[in-house]
T-cell receptor, first 113, second 113 residues
Framework: ETGVTQTPRHLVMGMTNKKSLKCEQHLGHNAMYWYKQSAKKPLELMFVYNFKEQTENNSVPSRFSPECPNSSHLFLHLHTLQPEDSALYLC????????????FGPGTRLLVL | AQSVTQPDIHITVSEGASLELRCNYSYGATPYLFWYVQSPGQGLQLLLKYFSGDTLVQGIKGFEAEFKRSQSSFNLRKPSVHWSDAAEYFC???????????FGAGTTVTVRA
């Protein structure tokens, strides 16, 4: 595969569940990002990893826990979410975390019941 | 802090007609500017970007954008719209020394036959 892939593409979970979103980039990039896209709102940056080190946590609640084991993979662990967390979660990557073009995956559509 | 305004929430255009989407940004230095397109259920695809040089930028799918520093604008244009151009379009601004992209709220384009 090429580009940025995300799994699963759709996820329905209850508020007491624990699930994980996975992102993989095949572009040889060193920076990876998680964004939240809610209806009628601009994209919200959640987390940034540069060379596997977290460089940004944009005041995200602790029920979202990112993990970056290497420069190609990024996870978002979810637990005890709220219905307002239902959104499209987008992963992106760039060559580095400074002034580079970000390339996006297709997203995971999350519904919290 | 940088910010982006897309004044038009929704635009309807006839197939074959021209299209122009407006984007105004606020940033103190020379910005990096991007246009992305998002089809329903998909992630964001890069249409074009401006970093420096020629202020008229050509992108994919027949799109172009012009950077006008005096007007703090980066409007997207296409001479003849195809039905497949129906999507949501996002303008974003970044900087050479930062990873953060600020996105506009998006403009939804509907193409009528």
């Amino acid at each position: 595969e090429t580009g940025v892939t995300q799994t699963p593409r759709h996820l329905v979970m209850g508020m007491t569940n624990k699930k994980s979103l996975k992102c993989e980039q095949h572009l040889g990039h060193n920076a990876m990002y998680w964004y939240k896209q809610s209806a009628k709102k601009p994209l919200e940056l959640m987390f940034v990893y540069n060379f596997k080190e977290q460089t940004e946590n944009n005041s995200v609640p602790s029920r979202f826990s990112p993990e970056c084991p290497n420069s190609s993979h990024l996870f978002l662990h979810l637990h005890t979410l709220q219905p307002e967390d239902s959104a499209l979660y987008l992963c992106a990557s760039s060559q580095s975390a400074q002034g580079e073009t970000q390339y996006f995956g297709p997203g995971t559509r999350l519904l919290v019941l | 802090a940088q910010s982006v305004t897309q004044p038009d929430i929704h635009i309807t255009v006839s197939e074959g007609a021209s299209l122009e989407l407006r984007c105004n940004y606020s940033y103190g230095a020379t910005p990096y500017l991007f246009w992305y397109v998002q089809s329903p259920g998909q992630g964001l695809q890069l249409l074009l970007k401006y970093f420096s040089g020629d202020t008229l930028v050509q992108g994919i799918k027949g799109f172009e954008a012009e950077f006008k520093r005096s007007q703090s604008s980066f409007n997207l244009r296409k001479p003849s719209v195809h039905w497949s151009d129906a999507a949501e379009y996002f303008c974003a601004v970044g900087a050479s020394n930062d990873y953060k992209l600020s996105f506009g709220a998006g403009t939804t384009v509907t193409v009528r036959a």
